[in-house]
């Protein structure tokens, strides 16, 4: 599978000096990224990369990635502009291979990791994926309170816990 926002950066252009390199998403990639995240639009995608070689020759890509994305709100399903502006530090290692087991335990350092096979890493997935993390996992839009009131779900102050004994008040001032 090609990925919509691709953009390839081979490995032998990366020294252990700094590059900076910047991508931009066209309106075709913004489009496709905008449906592969269940967005209404993407209006703006651009990321910044330092790239360079640590001493153990693992890639490490610093920078910045700008955005301007339009969610559905959660409740109303109105739009909710939305502005990203994340910085970033992602390490590229090569795909284990065959003989890695199937469960890799990761540490917190790992999590901002990137697997590439062959001779290049592509940036632009990776800013697609950080993207993707950036975004609002709910986005409310001004009307989703009346929304959410229309449908009858209650604030949660409104809330009131329930357990064994909750009606037993009730039944009390009954008796």
């Known amino acids: 599978m090609t990925p919509e926002f691709s953009r390839p950066h081979r490995l032998d252009q990366i020294g252990t000096g700094e590059s900076r390199i910047h991508i931009e998403a066209s309106d075709t990639e913004r489009a496709a990224l905008a449906s592969r995240f269940d967005l209404q639009a993407i209006d703006r ?42 910085s970033f530090t992602i390490r590229f ?12 335990e990761l540490d917190a350092d790992d999590c901002d990791t990137v697997f590439y096979s062959g001779g290049a890493v592509d940036l632009g997935e990776a800013a697609a994926e950080t993207l993707a993390l950036a975004l609002d996992p709910f986005p409310r839009s001004p009307a989703a309170e009346a929304a959410l009131r229309e449908a009858g779900v209650l604030r949660e102050e409104e809330l009131r816990p329930v357990t064994g004994l909750s009606g037993l008040a009730d039944l009390l001032k009954k008796g």
């Open 93 to 104: 290692l090569p795909t284990p291979d065959a003989d890695t087991p199937d469960e890799v």
């Open 45 to 86: 995608l651009v990321a910044d990369y330092a790239l360079r070689r640590d001493a153990a020759g693992v890639i490490v890509a610093t920078g910045t990635l700008a955005g301007a994305v339009v969610q559905s709100c959660i409740a109303s399903a109105a739009p909710v502009p939305a502005s990203i502006a994340e």
